[in-house]
């Protein structure tokens, strides 16, 4: 059987010096490439026109409802999501080629492992180590309207695992891990703000070491050595910045009902 037609999309902003990596793995493979660019400054969107026709330039409304406007662009019954930072192998190419394929296919998910790299080697343990759902069908699909952690949503999911890694290099440096995990808390606090929680600089602190605790030791990042150190020690960052900016947004707001 003749493999399902597949459309993929990739949003982007500023990925000059990634995009090339993404989209040649990409490009003569899928059915229909999008690449959605939301006012890049850079020449991300020259070079997505390398490889695609398709390639919009809109504003951004956040990583949800952006993912929902490619995911609105897209004309076959499967989509393949994918960042800008991720890598397509040959392998997880056939082996995707080869479930497409099949003549009975009840699934409506697929979930890719990811092999992370943080300073030039993947971590082989931890939360980035976790298979993704980056296949699925569009039918009855869409992402969470949400500013970060943007969870696919599908109707009864019937999941199947692959065997190939998706690589991901989601990190240019140890500067650019810090200011997206920054940039990523901060959203979040706002978005919790806005649906009603708030956080105490108390939990913040406890947060930091629970979840430093759950990446190195209950997800044997202590196996990656230095390196699952340096990540569980982000994490717990990360923890902290989350529930700090959420209690710091509440201590703002209680100092103008004062």
């Not at 699934?107 to 931890?126: C, D, E, H, I, M």
């Amino acid at each position: 059987m003749k493999r399902r037609s597949l459309s993929c999309f990739v949003i982007v902003f500023n990925e000059a010096d990634r995009l090339h990596d993404c989209l040649q793995g990409l490009a003569g493979w899928v059915d229909q490439l999008i690449v959605l660019d939301s006012g890049s400054t850079d020449n991300t969107v020259e070079i997505a026109r390398q490889y695609t026709d398709e390639v919009y330039v809109t504003d951004w409304p956040g990583f949800g409802p952006q993912r929902n406007r490619a995911l609105g662009k897209c004309s076959y019954d499967w989509v393949l999501n994918i960042d800008a930072d991720e890598r397509m192998s040959d392998e997880l190419k056939r082996e995707i080629d080869e479930l497409l394929s099949q003549d009975t296919l009840d699934a409506n998910l697929v979930s890719v492992p990811w092999r992370t790299y943080l300073f030039g080697k993947p971590l082989r343990f931890g939360r980035y180590s976790s298979p993704q759902g980056k296949l699925f069908r569009k039918d009855g699909a869409q992402f969470k309207d949400a500013q970060v952690h943007e969870s696919l949503i599908i109707d009864n999911p019937k999941t199947v695992v692959l065997k190939s890694t998706l690589d991901h290099h989601s990190w240019r440096s140890y500067e650019h891990v810090q200011q997206k995990h920054l940039q990523y808390a901060s959203l979040l606090a706002e978005q919790k703000f806005s649906a009603g929680k708030r956080s105490h600089i108390s939990y913040a602190i406890l947060r930091s070491f629970t979840d430093f605790l759950q990446q190195y030791l209950l997800r044997l990042g202590f196996l990656d050595g230095v390196r699952g150190l340096i990540m569980a020690i982000i994490l717990g960052q990360y923890a902290f910045h989350k529930y700090a900016a959420l209690a710091a947004l509440h201590l703002e707001a209680s100092s103008k009902k004062a």
